[in-house]
């Protein structure tokens, strides 16, 4: 069976600092990879997907940036956190193109 | 811009209720997804239905589709307190393959 993973469960940073989450994907092989925010009270923001390593497509600019350095394995970075990078943080994958999504159990970052 | 938008934005009710949420969107879609979060956990997929499909059941959980009204419901029938969570929809429309999230529902079942 396919298990996604994310971690840190949470991360508290202070503005300015750098920041790595990763996701990690088991059980399955060349799976789409996608990256959400959630901000408290609202639905989910892609912030990006990946259809393969190394390919990677940004939905809104920002401070953040991602990689997919492996096929299963998926990284959120900043160079500089700002106060507005807070929020829940959600990694997905899926088989491919309409189909379900399947989610990590998310991060949630505190920038101080 | 969000594709799905749920209503209500909140719903409480007692537990052996039938609780109903509806999503709308606004262009053609390829297919529509409800997911269930508790709070501060990750999304659980519950059904997928694809533009040709009107009904889909599991369990307690029956979903239609209007084409024509751009609309979707989720209801849990014979809720439980346990159903408490957030219920998004989220849709897939055009080349893009990319679902689009609604803000949700937030639904309390009272025990």
């Known amino acids: 069976s396919q298990t996604i993973h994310q971690w840190p469960a949470t991360l508290v940073q202070p503005v300015g600092s750098p920041l790595s989450l990763e996701c990690t994907v088991e059980?399955?092989?060349?799976?789409?990879l996608y990256w959400y925010r959630q901000a408290a009270g609202r639905g989910l923001q892609l912030l990006f997907y990946?259809?393969?390593?190394?390919?990677i497509s940004s939905e809104v600019p920002q401070n953040l940036s991602a990689s997919r350095p492996q096929d299963r394995q998926f990284i959120l970075s900043s160079k500089k956190l700002l106060l507005s990078d807070s929020g829940f943080y959600l990694c997905?994958?899926?088989?491919?193109?309409?189909?379900?999504?399947?989610f990590g159990p998310g991060t949630r970052l505190l920038v101080l | 811009s969000q594709q799905g938008e749920e209503d209500p934005q909140a719903l409480s009710i007692q537990e052996g209720e039938n609780a109903t949420m509806n999503c709308s969107y606004k262009?053609?879609?390829?297919?529509l997804q409800w997911y269930r979060q508790n709070s501060g956990r990750g999304l659980v997929h519950l059904i997928l239905?694809?533009?040709?499909?009107r009904e889909k059941h599991s369990g307690r959980l029956r979903v239609t589709l209007d084409t024509s009204k751009k609309s979707s419901s989720l209801l849990i029938t014979a809720s439980r307190a346990a159903d408490t969570a957030s219920y998004f929809c989220?849709?897939?429309?055009?080349?893009?393959?990319?679902?689009?999230f609604g803000r949700g529902t937030s639904l309390i079942v009272h025990p």
């Open positions: 059980g399955t092989s060349n799976p789409n």
């Open positions: 239905i694809r533009s040709n499909e």
């Open positions: 989220a849709t897939e429309s055009g080349g893009s393959y990319i679902p689009t």
């Open positions: 997905a994958w899926s088989r491919g193109n309409q189909e379900t999504q399947y």
């Open positions: 990946s259809v393969g390593i190394g390919q």
């Open positions: 262009t053609s879609i390829n297919n």
